[in-house]
């Protein structure tokens, strides 16, 4: 199944924006697809991705739009690297690009 773009829902306040926007814009650069970027839509980010215990969803998240309309969280939160506490973009990276190995076989 094709993958028609990446869908990024963030708010640029937030800390970790910018490394869901660089994840992002290469995963759609080495996949030579469009990336749209929507900013606080709670609309969408509460109906495809992941919520809390509340049922509220959190920002950023990332999605794929596939060619039957069908969305899928590919990464919505940033891993903790256990030694230094801080983000582990490579392991991000890793998550979202085996999220969308799966996505394109099903």
């Known amino acids: 199944m094709s993958i028609d773009k990446i869908v990024l829902v963030t708010a640029k306040h937030l800390p ?3 490394y869901f926007e660089n994840i992002a814009r290469e995963l759609a650069s080495e996949l030579n697809i ?8 709670y609309v969408f980010v509460n109906t495809y991705g992941e919520k809390d215990e ?6 950023p998240q990332l999605f794929i739009v596939m ?3 069908i969305v899928k969280p590919i990464l919505t939160k940033l891993p903790i690297n256990e030694k230094t506490l801080e983000f582990d973009i490579e392991k991000a990276r890793q998550m979202a690009r085996e999220a969308l ?3 394109s076989r099903s």
């Open 16 to 18: 970790q924006h910018k």
């Open 34 to 41: 469009e990336l749209e970027i929507l900013e606080e839509d």
């Open 54 to 59: 509340f049922g509220l969803a959190w920002l």
């Open 67 to 69: 060619h039957n309309d």
């Open 101 to 103: 190995e799966l996505a």
